[in-house]
């Protein structure tokens, strides 16, 4: 049974970091494309960045390039997302999801096949 599992999320003061964690069971995730979204109140859920299977290319939205790193650990099944230098604007709840298959628009939600949970990241002095 694919599952994935997010944490490390918290409230978090403007400029300070956090890593953000998707834990994979039921499927290994060096074999498939990993991504992270976000979803404030109110708003549409929008990528934030992605992996690719293949060759490990990364992927980030324009909001979040230079701050935000994604990574991915095969032995430990498990995809990182290190935050610096938050903003309140990266208020949300973050969610990983995977790509069964081949994707075309890494930032397209409804390219992604399975979700986790969520995480709430919020960044307020």
């Known amino acids: 049974q694919v599952q994935l599992v997010e944490s490390g999320g918290g409230l978090v003061q403007p400029g300070g970091s956090l890593r953000l964690s998707c834990a994979a069971s039921?499927?290994?995730?060096?074999?498939?494309?990993i991504g992270w979204f976000r979803q404030a109140p109110g708003k549409e859920r929008e990528g934030v960045s992605c992996i690719s299977s293949s060759d490990g290319r990364t992927y980030y939205a324009d909001s979040v390039k230079g701050r935000f790193t994604i990574s991915r650990d095969n032995a430990k099944n498990t995809v990182y997302l290190q935050m610096n230098s938050l903003k309140p604007e990266d208020t949300a709840v973050y969610y990983c999801?995977?790509?069964?298959?081949?994707?075309?628009?890494?930032?397209?939600?409804?390219?992604?096949?399975?979700w986790g949970q969520g995480t709430q990241v919020t960044v307020s002095s």
């Open positions: 039921g499927f290994f995730l060096d074999y498939y494309a």
């Open positions: 999801a995977t790509v069964m298959g081949q994707f075309n628009l890494w930032y397209s939600k409804d390219e992604y096949d399975y």
